[in-house]
Each structure stands twice: as structure tokens, then as C-alpha cells.
């Protein structure tokens, strides 16, 4: 009887530390997302929180119901939908101009044929088309279903509000997709890469963090294990660990095959990739990179903090979702994602 009250004693202490523990997460949280808020709109006035709360009320509800039924049903969707805001806003900025099906498009540049979550952008809109015909943008759209995606889900609430008022764009071109960072990239190409889009080393690192869920294409990682016939390993990647990219891309990899981006905890967010990045288990060269440079280093040691982890990256996310973005009377509302309207 004594252990077992022991025992219930115990699971009690857990049960207020992990609420304990979340409380305090979310203090921290809405401090800093709080404290950030008022100069956010200033720097974009034409984007805003709740910018549809008249004319789609129910647009957050929708994005999320559809967004967590397919998650749900497919949990590599997390992954992909947050690529796929990452490498919209990277290029032309965020327009959902990667969604347009059109000749040399985006989407069949070779470092986009690995997004992917179309297909939850589409039935989202098809649902909003129905409630609030041509209100929404296909923009906000991608950058609401991204948070709900990969981080709404897996905490059932939001750890950032998303700023809407986005237009999508008309221009859609496989050419404009060398603004997007190499996996194969040093410090400095990632450095430049953000720095012209209007982010900073802060910016770098947290958004790094995303490939705590995904997966990357082989042919972005076999580069670091073989030179020809022969095993070559970069020397910034852990011996076991190459040993297990090495089974799951061997040499030659068939067309398509990918591998998580990271090897613990593939499918969930959380900051186990900068624990990773520390132990020169990157799964990319562009990973190893951040290691390269002392203040990368030291941030990367900050956010094996979660905590820190996610405000760093609510925070990121939201300036990244700023980047040459179209407002006002520029740009279109589609009514499909995948083509231009007339």
C-alpha cells in the first residue's frame, strides 16, 4: 500500500510539473510574442491579425479542421507544408506564386520536387470558396495551414498568430528558384541567402529548426557520403550516423528516395534538431554548416532549449512570412491555387 500511494504520489508530481511546466511555456511564449506584436504591422501595414475577422470569419476554424484531418491521416504533411511556405516566401516572397500549375513553373524547379502538401492547400480553398467566395488569398492560405501543420497539431493550440492580407501573385518561373538556400551551402551562402530576403543570423538558425520534421531528397545528402563509386564522408558528420544515412541512401539511391532530416525524432517538432546538430548528426551540409561559425554554434546551443526554440522560431516565422509580400490593390485573389485568375 505505502509504494503504491508512493507511486500515485509521484505520478501527482508529475502531472503539476508538466503543467507547471507548460504554464510557464506559455508565459514565456506570450511574452515575447506580446512584447514583439506592436512593431510587427508597422514594418508590413499592409498585413494584419484577424484581416479577415469580417469578411471569412470563420477562416481560422476551416484552415485548421482540414489541416489537422489530413495531418492526421498523413503525418509527413507537417513537414511538407512547411517547406512548402519556406520556399514560397524565398522566392518572388510570399505569394503562393509555387502553387501555380503553368509552364516552367516553380514547382518543377529540381529543388521544389520534393514539396509537396498541394493537395491540403487545394481542399482548404475548396472549403473557403464555398463559405467566403474570393475573400481569402491562396498566400495566407499556405502560410496559416504551415503553423497549423507542424506545430498546431502536434500542441492542439497556436504558438504564433498569423498576420494575413496577403495577395497572390501572377508570376510563377523555375528560374527565379536559385534564391532558394543549397542543402549543399557553406555558412556564409546560407548567410547571404536569408540576408537578401531581409532576415538576419537569428532568423538563420530558428528557421533552421524546421528540419526537426521532413525529409530531404538522398541526392541532397549522398554528396556527404561518397565521391563516385567509393565512401567518402564529410568529415563534419558523425561516423555512426553516416552509417545510417548510408543504409537508408546507399550508393546509388533510386530515383526519389528521401531521408528523415532528423534521425531521432523524424515526425515530431520539437528542439531534438540542435541537440542533433551538436553531436555533427546534420543530416545536410547546410545543417553542419551552422556549427562552422561561433555565433551560429552558440545560438544552436540556446535553442536545444525548447522553450526558446519555439519563440525564436514563432518569431522567425512571422518575419518570414513578411518577405515582399503583396497587399492592398497589388496582386489577385485566386479562386483556384493553381491558376492565375482572368
Keep these: 500500500m505505502r509504494s503504491q500511494r508512493q507511486a ?38 499592409g498585413l494584419a491579425y484577424n484581416f479577415y475577422a469580417k469578411t471569412c470569419p470563420n477562416l481560422d476554424n476551416i484552415v485548421r479542421t482540414v489541416t489537422w484531418q489530413q495531418v492526421a491521416a498523413n503525418p ?16 518572388n516572397g510570399c505569394d503562393a506564386s509555387i ?3 503553368v509552364a516552367q513553373s516553380e514547382k518543377t524547379a529540381g529543388p521544389n520536387l520534393s514539396v509537396g502538401g498541394y493537395e491540403v492547400i487545394d481542399a482548404i480553398k475548396t472549403q473557403l470558396e464555398q463559405t467566403c467566395p474570393g475573400v481569402v488569398s491562396c498566400a495566407d ?3 496559416l495551414a504551415a503553423r497549423d501543420a507542424a506545430v498546431s497539431y502536434q500542441f492542439k493550440a497556436s504558438l504564433w498568430q498569423v498576420e494575413t492580407g496577403r495577395r497572390d501573385g501572377t508570376v510563377s518561373l523555375a528560374s527565379n528558384t536559385g534564391a532558394l538556400p543549397s542543402p549543399f551551402a557553406g555558412f556564409n551562402g546560407l548567410l547571404t541567402s536569408f540576408s537578401n530576403r531581409g532576415l538576419n543570423l537569428t532568423d538563420l538558425v530558428a528557421l533552421s529548426g524546421a ?9 541532397s545528402v549522398t554528396p556527404r557520403l561518397y565521391q563516385g563509386n567509393a565512401t567518402a564522408v564529410d568529415p563534419l ?31 515530431k517538432f520539437d528542439s531534438s534538431y540542435f541537440v542533433n546538430l551538436q553531436k555533427n548528426q546534420g ?16 545560438m544552436v546551443q540556446d535553442l536545444t532549449n ?37
Aim: aromatic letters at 6%; charged letters at 15%.
Design 8 to 45: 500515485t504520489a509521484g505520478r501527482g508530481r508529475w502531472r503539476v510539473g508538466a503543467t507547471a511546466w507548460w504554464c510557464w511555456a506559455a508565459v514565456v511564449l506570450g511574452h515575447l510574442l506580446t512584447c514583439a506584436r506592436a512593431g510587427l504591422l508597422e514594418t508590413n501595414p
Design 76 to 91: 509527413a504533411l507537417a513537414g511538407r507544408l512547411l517547406r512548402l511556405h519556406f520556399h514560397d516566401c524565398f522566392v
Design 99 to 101: 502553387l501555380l500549375d
Design 141 to 143: 492560405i499556405v502560410a
Design 211 to 219: 528540419h526537426t520534421i521532413g525529409v530531404a531528397s538522398c541526392s
Design 237 to 267: 558528420l558523425n561516423a555512426a550516423y553516416a552509417k545510417t544515412l548510408m543504409n537508408t541512401c546507399p550508393n546509388p539511391s533510386p530515383a526519389g528516395s528521401t531521408v528523415n532530416l532528423d534521425g531521432g525524432t523524424p515526425v
Design 283 to 298: 543530416t545536410l551540409a547546410s545543417d553542419a554548416a551552422l556549427m562552422q561559425n561561433a555565433a551560429a554554434a552558440q
Design 306 to 342: 525548447p522553450i526558446k526554440f519555439y519563440a525564436a522560431f514563432s518569431m522567425s516565422m512571422k518575419k518570414m512570412g513578411r518577405v515582399d509580400v503583396l497587399t492592398g490593390t497589388k496582386g489577385q485573389i485566386r479562386k483556384q491555387c493553381r491558376q492565375v485568375g482572368s
